[in-house]
Protein backbone atom coordinates (compact mmCIF):
# COMPACT_ATOMS: atom_id res chain seq x y z
CA UNK A 1 0.00 0.00 0.00
CA UNK A 2 0.65 3.42 -0.56
CA UNK A 3 -0.18 6.86 0.94
CA UNK A 4 -0.14 9.65 -1.13
CA UNK A 5 -0.53 12.77 1.24
CA UNK A 6 -0.91 16.51 1.42
CA UNK A 7 -2.33 17.48 -2.30
CA UNK A 8 -5.68 19.55 -3.37
CA UNK A 9 -7.96 16.99 -4.16
CA UNK A 10 -10.73 16.81 -6.83
CA UNK A 11 -12.47 13.36 -6.72
CA UNK A 12 -15.34 15.39 -9.16
CA UNK A 13 -17.83 12.83 -8.13
CA UNK A 14 -17.71 15.00 -4.46
CA UNK A 15 -16.07 18.39 -3.44
CA UNK A 16 -12.50 18.88 -3.65
CA UNK A 17 -10.81 18.86 -0.14
CA UNK A 18 -6.90 20.29 0.95
CA UNK A 19 -4.48 18.00 2.93
CA UNK A 20 -5.91 15.17 1.07
CA UNK A 21 -4.87 11.96 2.09
CA UNK A 22 -5.55 8.88 -0.71
CA UNK A 23 -4.58 5.24 0.46
CA UNK A 24 -3.52 2.68 -2.76
CA UNK A 25 -3.31 -0.67 -3.31
CA UNK A 26 -2.89 -3.29 -5.74
CA UNK A 27 -3.96 -0.90 -8.45
CA UNK A 28 -7.03 0.38 -6.60
CA UNK A 29 -7.92 3.31 -3.96
CA UNK A 30 -8.80 2.02 -0.65
CA UNK A 31 -9.61 5.24 0.82
CA UNK A 32 -9.95 8.80 -0.22
CA UNK A 33 -10.62 11.86 1.90
CA UNK A 34 -8.95 14.85 4.37
CA UNK A 35 -9.72 12.73 7.31
CA UNK A 36 -8.08 9.34 6.26
CA UNK A 37 -5.97 8.08 8.69
CA UNK A 38 -2.37 6.61 6.94
CA UNK A 39 -1.75 2.84 8.79
CA UNK A 40 1.53 2.38 10.06
CA UNK A 41 4.35 1.09 7.94
CA UNK A 42 2.33 2.31 4.76
CA UNK A 43 4.89 4.44 2.34
CA UNK A 44 4.04 8.19 2.16
CA UNK A 45 4.48 10.23 -1.20
CA UNK A 46 4.28 14.07 -0.28
CA UNK A 47 2.38 16.35 -2.81
CA UNK A 48 1.84 19.10 -0.50
CA UNK A 49 1.47 22.23 -2.74
CA UNK A 50 -0.08 19.87 -5.48
CA UNK A 51 -3.31 18.87 -6.74
CA UNK A 52 -5.10 15.44 -8.01
CA UNK A 53 -7.52 15.15 -9.87
CA UNK A 54 -8.35 11.73 -12.02
CA UNK A 55 -6.70 10.76 -15.05
CA UNK A 56 -8.51 12.12 -18.37
CA UNK A 57 -11.06 10.08 -20.08
CA UNK A 58 -11.29 10.94 -23.93
CA UNK A 59 -14.07 9.39 -25.35
CA UNK A 60 -13.14 9.95 -29.31
CA UNK A 61 -9.78 9.19 -29.87
CA UNK A 62 -8.19 6.99 -33.34
CA UNK A 63 -4.93 6.16 -30.98
CA UNK A 64 -2.72 3.29 -32.29
CA UNK A 65 -4.88 3.07 -35.21
CA UNK A 66 -4.04 6.49 -37.30
CA UNK A 67 -0.89 7.96 -38.67
CA UNK A 68 0.60 9.91 -36.20
CA UNK A 69 3.73 10.53 -37.86
CA UNK A 70 4.04 7.07 -39.35
CA UNK A 71 1.97 7.81 -43.00
CA UNK A 72 -0.45 5.95 -44.68
CA UNK A 73 1.05 2.53 -43.56
CA UNK A 74 -0.43 3.04 -40.30
CA UNK A 75 -3.73 4.70 -40.97
CA UNK A 76 -5.70 1.97 -40.27
CA UNK A 77 -9.22 3.51 -39.30
CA UNK A 78 -11.08 3.32 -42.25
CA UNK A 79 -12.06 -0.31 -44.29
CA UNK A 80 -12.64 1.06 -47.89
CA UNK A 81 -14.42 0.74 -50.32
CA UNK A 82 -17.56 0.08 -49.25
CA UNK A 83 -19.84 2.32 -47.26
CA UNK A 84 -20.85 -0.75 -44.65
CA UNK A 85 -18.09 -2.09 -42.54
CA UNK A 86 -20.63 -2.53 -39.96
CA UNK A 87 -18.37 -6.23 -39.37
CA UNK A 88 -14.98 -4.70 -38.38
CA UNK A 89 -13.57 -3.97 -34.78
CA UNK A 90 -11.57 -1.01 -33.65
CA UNK A 91 -9.82 -3.36 -31.55
CA UNK A 92 -7.86 -5.25 -34.80
CA UNK A 93 -6.45 -2.24 -35.68
CA UNK A 94 -4.77 -0.45 -32.52
CA UNK A 95 -1.02 -1.34 -31.89
CA UNK A 96 -0.32 -0.86 -28.13
CA UNK A 97 3.40 0.30 -29.16
CA UNK A 98 2.44 3.05 -31.26
CA UNK A 99 3.68 6.75 -30.42
CA UNK A 100 0.01 7.98 -29.42
CA UNK A 101 -0.26 6.13 -26.47
CA UNK A 102 2.39 7.74 -24.88
CA UNK A 103 1.52 10.92 -25.81
CA UNK A 104 -2.09 10.15 -24.10
CA UNK A 105 -0.07 9.46 -20.60
CA UNK A 106 2.04 12.94 -21.37
CA UNK A 107 -1.50 14.22 -21.68
CA UNK A 108 -2.49 13.07 -18.64
CA UNK A 109 -5.55 10.84 -20.62
CA UNK A 110 -5.48 7.09 -19.17
CA UNK A 111 -8.73 6.18 -20.86
CA UNK A 112 -9.42 6.13 -23.88
CA UNK A 113 -12.11 5.19 -26.34
CA UNK A 114 -10.96 3.91 -29.67
CA UNK A 115 -13.38 4.38 -32.99
CA UNK A 116 -12.95 3.61 -36.20
CA UNK A 117 -12.98 6.50 -38.49
CA UNK A 118 -15.78 8.05 -40.77
CA UNK A 119 -15.22 7.38 -44.03
CA UNK A 120 -17.80 5.09 -43.97
CA UNK A 121 -21.44 5.14 -42.76
CA UNK A 122 -21.05 2.25 -41.12
CA UNK A 123 -18.08 2.12 -39.64
CA UNK A 124 -17.74 -0.67 -36.99
CA UNK A 125 -17.15 -1.07 -33.35
CA UNK A 126 -15.60 0.96 -30.65
CA UNK A 127 -13.91 0.13 -27.42
CA UNK A 128 -12.68 1.70 -24.10
CA UNK A 129 -8.79 0.76 -23.28
CA UNK A 130 -6.02 1.78 -20.96
CA UNK A 131 -3.29 4.15 -21.82
CA UNK A 132 -0.70 1.36 -21.21
CA UNK A 133 0.01 -1.57 -22.19
CA UNK A 134 1.77 -4.43 -23.94
CA UNK A 135 -1.40 -6.37 -25.30
CA UNK A 136 -4.04 -4.81 -26.91
CA UNK A 137 -6.62 -7.63 -25.13
CA UNK A 138 -4.94 -6.87 -22.06
CA UNK A 139 -5.70 -3.12 -22.02
CA UNK A 140 -9.27 -3.40 -22.96
CA UNK A 141 -12.00 -1.82 -20.14
CA UNK A 142 -15.15 -2.68 -21.98
CA UNK A 143 -15.81 -3.86 -25.76
CA UNK A 144 -17.93 -3.30 -27.74
CA UNK A 145 -18.80 0.48 -26.40
CA UNK A 146 -20.90 1.28 -29.64
CA UNK A 147 -21.66 1.22 -33.16
CA UNK A 148 -19.80 4.16 -35.15
CA UNK A 149 -21.91 5.72 -38.19
CA UNK A 150 -20.83 9.33 -39.65
CA UNK A 151 -22.77 11.47 -41.86
CA UNK A 152 -21.57 14.73 -43.70
CA UNK A 153 -18.51 15.09 -45.87
CA UNK A 154 -16.47 12.18 -44.91
CA UNK A 155 -18.90 8.95 -46.10
CA UNK A 156 -19.28 10.61 -49.73
CA UNK A 157 -15.54 10.61 -50.04
CA UNK A 158 -15.92 7.00 -50.66
CA UNK A 159 -14.40 5.53 -53.58
CA UNK A 160 -16.74 2.17 -53.96
CA UNK A 161 -19.13 2.00 -56.68
CA UNK A 162 -22.00 1.90 -53.90
CA UNK A 163 -20.46 4.91 -51.89
CA UNK A 164 -23.17 7.89 -51.39
CA UNK A 165 -22.74 10.60 -53.25
CA UNK A 166 -25.29 13.01 -51.08
CA UNK A 167 -25.98 13.51 -47.59
CA UNK A 168 -29.35 11.99 -48.64
CA UNK A 169 -27.65 8.87 -49.90
CA UNK A 170 -25.68 8.17 -46.88
CA UNK A 171 -29.25 8.47 -44.53
CA UNK A 172 -30.56 6.30 -46.99
CA UNK A 173 -27.98 3.67 -46.23
CA UNK A 174 -28.08 3.82 -42.44
CA UNK A 175 -32.07 3.41 -42.72
CA UNK A 176 -31.47 0.42 -45.51
CA UNK A 177 -29.13 -1.25 -43.47
CA UNK A 178 -30.91 -0.87 -39.88
CA UNK A 179 -33.98 -2.03 -41.86
CA UNK A 180 -32.05 -5.17 -43.03
CA UNK A 181 -30.69 -6.07 -39.53
CA UNK A 182 -33.81 -5.70 -38.17
CA UNK A 183 -35.06 -8.28 -40.42
CA UNK A 184 -32.35 -10.39 -40.30
CA UNK A 185 -33.15 -10.31 -36.30
CA UNK A 186 -36.69 -11.31 -37.18
CA UNK A 187 -35.85 -14.63 -38.83
CA UNK A 188 -33.57 -15.14 -36.21
CA UNK A 189 -35.61 -14.95 -33.33
CA UNK A 190 -38.69 -17.01 -35.81
CA UNK A 191 -35.54 -20.23 -35.87
CA UNK A 192 -35.42 -19.29 -39.89
CA UNK A 193 -31.79 -19.56 -39.06
CA UNK A 194 -30.09 -16.73 -41.82
CA UNK A 195 -27.07 -16.83 -42.82
CA UNK A 196 -24.74 -15.67 -39.94
CA UNK A 197 -23.82 -11.64 -40.86
CA UNK A 198 -21.68 -10.51 -38.59
CA UNK A 199 -22.78 -6.78 -39.57
CA UNK A 200 -25.88 -7.29 -38.86
CA UNK A 201 -25.51 -8.71 -35.66
CA UNK A 202 -23.92 -5.83 -34.30
CA UNK A 203 -26.67 -3.62 -35.46
CA UNK A 204 -28.72 -6.10 -33.74
CA UNK A 205 -27.03 -4.91 -30.64
CA UNK A 206 -27.60 -1.13 -31.13
CA UNK A 207 -31.38 -2.33 -31.75
CA UNK A 208 -31.87 -4.21 -29.09
CA UNK A 209 -29.79 -1.16 -26.93
CA UNK A 210 -27.21 -2.88 -25.38
CA UNK A 211 -24.62 -0.46 -27.50
CA UNK A 212 -25.18 2.91 -28.71
CA UNK A 213 -24.94 4.63 -31.90
CA UNK A 214 -22.10 6.91 -32.21
CA UNK A 215 -23.02 9.68 -35.19
CA UNK A 216 -20.15 11.59 -36.55
CA UNK A 217 -21.97 14.95 -37.38
CA UNK A 218 -20.19 18.27 -37.89
CA UNK A 219 -22.82 20.56 -38.97
CA UNK A 220 -26.01 21.90 -38.18
CA UNK A 221 -28.49 19.74 -40.68
CA UNK A 222 -26.09 16.36 -40.32
CA UNK A 223 -26.77 16.92 -36.06
CA UNK A 224 -30.87 17.16 -37.17
CA UNK A 225 -30.47 13.93 -39.62
CA UNK A 226 -28.80 12.17 -36.82
CA UNK A 227 -31.28 12.87 -34.46
CA UNK A 228 -33.95 12.05 -37.25
CA UNK A 229 -32.95 8.63 -37.99
CA UNK A 230 -31.78 7.39 -34.10
CA UNK A 231 -35.12 8.74 -33.13
CA UNK A 232 -37.05 6.81 -35.46
CA UNK A 233 -34.96 3.62 -35.08
CA UNK A 234 -35.67 4.13 -31.20
CA UNK A 235 -32.22 3.70 -30.34
CA UNK A 236 -29.72 5.27 -27.80
CA UNK A 237 -27.14 7.75 -29.88
CA UNK A 238 -24.94 10.06 -29.14
CA UNK A 239 -23.02 13.15 -30.99
CA UNK A 240 -19.88 12.86 -32.08
CA UNK A 241 -18.16 16.49 -32.91
CA UNK A 242 -21.31 18.27 -32.78
CA UNK A 243 -19.32 21.18 -33.86
CA UNK A 244 -22.65 23.39 -35.01
CA UNK A 245 -24.31 22.13 -31.83
CA UNK A 246 -24.38 25.77 -30.19
CA UNK A 247 -26.64 26.27 -33.17
CA UNK A 248 -29.11 24.02 -32.05
CA UNK A 249 -28.32 23.84 -28.09
CA UNK A 250 -32.07 24.27 -27.84
CA UNK A 251 -33.24 21.20 -29.62
CA UNK A 252 -30.38 18.92 -28.25
CA UNK A 253 -30.95 19.92 -24.57
CA UNK A 254 -34.45 18.56 -24.79
CA UNK A 255 -33.36 15.34 -26.02
CA UNK A 256 -30.84 15.08 -23.40
CA UNK A 257 -28.46 13.40 -25.13
CA UNK A 258 -24.65 13.75 -24.81
CA UNK A 259 -22.25 15.62 -27.20
CA UNK A 260 -18.87 14.41 -28.03
CA UNK A 261 -17.31 17.90 -28.33
CA UNK A 262 -14.17 18.51 -30.86
CA UNK A 263 -11.53 18.49 -31.79
CA UNK A 264 -11.11 21.88 -30.85
CA UNK A 265 -7.74 24.20 -31.07
CA UNK A 266 -7.52 23.48 -34.82
CA UNK A 267 -8.37 24.67 -38.13
CA UNK A 268 -11.23 25.01 -39.95
CA UNK A 269 -10.14 22.75 -42.43
CA UNK A 270 -13.05 22.00 -44.64
CA UNK A 271 -16.22 23.25 -45.14
CA UNK A 272 -18.39 21.51 -42.55
CA UNK A 273 -16.10 22.71 -39.78
CA UNK A 274 -16.70 26.38 -41.12
CA UNK A 275 -19.16 27.39 -37.82
CA UNK A 276 -16.37 26.54 -35.31
CA UNK A 277 -16.77 28.20 -32.00
CA UNK A 278 -15.32 27.97 -28.76
CA UNK A 279 -18.30 28.56 -26.91
CA UNK A 280 -19.67 25.44 -27.74
CA UNK A 281 -18.84 23.05 -25.12
CA UNK A 282 -20.46 26.14 -22.49
CA UNK A 283 -23.78 26.95 -24.48
CA UNK A 284 -24.58 23.22 -25.26
CA UNK A 285 -24.06 22.90 -21.41
CA UNK A 286 -26.56 25.34 -20.10
CA UNK A 287 -29.04 23.57 -22.50
CA UNK A 288 -28.66 20.38 -20.59
CA UNK A 289 -26.70 18.86 -23.08
CA UNK A 290 -23.95 16.35 -21.34
CA UNK A 291 -20.64 17.34 -22.63
CA UNK A 292 -17.92 15.56 -23.26
CA UNK A 293 -14.29 17.42 -24.52
CA UNK A 294 -12.62 15.64 -26.95
CA UNK A 295 -9.58 15.55 -29.34
CA UNK A 296 -9.97 13.06 -32.12
CA UNK A 297 -6.47 12.48 -31.93
CA UNK A 298 -4.34 12.93 -34.06
CA UNK A 299 -6.87 15.54 -35.31
CA UNK A 300 -5.73 17.37 -31.85
CA UNK A 301 -2.84 16.34 -30.56
CA UNK A 302 -3.59 14.56 -27.42
CA UNK A 303 -0.84 16.17 -25.38
CA UNK A 304 -2.86 19.38 -25.52
CA UNK A 305 -6.61 17.29 -23.85
CA UNK A 306 -6.56 19.52 -20.80
CA UNK A 307 -5.52 22.92 -22.73
CA UNK A 308 -8.69 22.40 -24.49
CA UNK A 309 -10.43 22.18 -21.33
CA UNK A 310 -9.09 25.53 -20.11
CA UNK A 311 -10.13 27.07 -23.36
CA UNK A 312 -13.64 25.52 -23.01
CA UNK A 313 -13.58 27.05 -19.96
CA UNK A 314 -12.13 30.22 -20.51
CA UNK A 315 -15.10 30.46 -23.07
CA UNK A 316 -17.62 29.87 -20.38
CA UNK A 317 -18.04 25.98 -19.50
CA UNK A 318 -17.73 26.20 -15.65
CA UNK A 319 -14.96 24.77 -13.84
CA UNK A 320 -16.93 21.92 -12.64
CA UNK A 321 -18.41 21.09 -16.05
CA UNK A 322 -15.25 21.22 -17.51
CA UNK A 323 -13.50 19.16 -15.19
CA UNK A 324 -16.56 16.32 -15.11
CA UNK A 325 -16.12 17.01 -19.15
CA UNK A 326 -12.83 15.40 -18.70
CA UNK A 327 -13.60 12.81 -16.48
CA UNK A 328 -16.75 11.61 -15.52
CA UNK A 329 -18.80 12.43 -17.81
CA UNK A 330 -17.24 10.60 -21.18
CA UNK A 331 -16.42 7.48 -18.17
CA UNK A 332 -20.43 7.62 -17.96
CA UNK A 333 -20.71 7.86 -21.71
CA UNK A 334 -18.65 5.15 -22.48
CA UNK A 335 -19.73 2.76 -19.66
CA UNK A 336 -16.47 2.92 -17.73
CA UNK A 337 -17.84 5.05 -14.83
CA UNK A 338 -17.66 2.03 -12.53
CA UNK A 339 -13.29 1.43 -13.26
CA UNK A 340 -13.10 5.24 -13.86
CA UNK A 341 -13.30 9.09 -14.37
CA UNK A 342 -13.57 10.21 -10.36
CA UNK A 343 -11.60 9.78 -7.24
CA UNK A 344 -13.33 6.93 -4.85
CA UNK A 345 -12.75 3.90 -2.90
CA UNK A 346 -12.67 0.71 -5.12
CA UNK A 347 -12.07 2.42 -8.30
CA UNK A 348 -8.91 2.22 -10.41
CA UNK A 349 -5.52 4.17 -8.95
CA UNK A 350 -5.77 6.53 -12.59
CA UNK A 351 -4.93 9.80 -11.50
CA UNK A 352 -3.32 12.46 -12.19
CA UNK A 353 -0.53 15.21 -10.22
CA UNK A 354 -0.55 18.50 -11.33
CA UNK A 355 1.43 21.57 -10.34
CA UNK A 356 -1.65 23.73 -9.57
CA UNK A 357 -4.68 24.30 -9.82
CA UNK A 358 -6.53 22.87 -13.71
CA UNK A 359 -6.84 24.81 -16.77
CA UNK A 360 -4.02 27.26 -15.72
CA UNK A 361 -1.02 27.63 -17.82
CA UNK A 362 1.49 27.06 -15.41
CA UNK A 363 -0.39 23.70 -13.69
CA UNK A 364 1.33 21.15 -16.27
CA UNK A 365 1.15 17.90 -15.25
CA UNK A 366 4.02 16.26 -13.54
CA UNK A 367 3.11 12.68 -12.88
CA UNK A 368 0.50 10.43 -14.62
CA UNK A 369 -0.67 7.45 -12.68
CA UNK A 370 -2.30 4.28 -14.50
CA UNK A 371 -3.67 1.66 -11.81
CA UNK A 372 -1.32 2.89 -9.41
CA UNK A 373 1.96 2.59 -11.48
CA UNK A 374 3.38 6.08 -12.66
CA UNK A 375 3.39 5.90 -16.11
CA UNK A 376 4.71 9.18 -16.87
CA UNK A 377 7.02 12.02 -15.88
CA UNK A 378 7.33 15.21 -16.62
CA UNK A 379 11.44 16.07 -17.22
CA UNK A 380 11.88 19.29 -15.96
CA UNK A 381 13.49 21.83 -18.16
Given at each position: MR???????????APPFDDGVMLVDDGHIQEVGADVRVPDGVETVDLSG???IPGMVDAHSHAGMWGDGEGDASRDGNERPGPIA???DAVDSVNPHHRSFASCREGGVTSVMIHPGSGNAIGGLCFAAKTRGEIVDDMVIRAPTGLKGALGENPKRGSGKDSPK??????????????????YGRKKDADKDPDPDAGFENALRVLRGEIPFRVHAH???DIVTATRLCEALDIRYNIEHCTDGYLLAEFLGHRELTAHVGPGLSSRGKVEVANRDERNAALLHAAGVRVCLVTDHPFLDVRYLMAYGGVAHKHGLPFDATL????????ESIGIADRVGSLAKGKDADFLVLAGE???YRSPILSTFVEGEEVYTRQQP
Open positions: AYIGARIYPVDRVVADVTRMGTAALIRDYFARAAERADRALTLTPAPFR
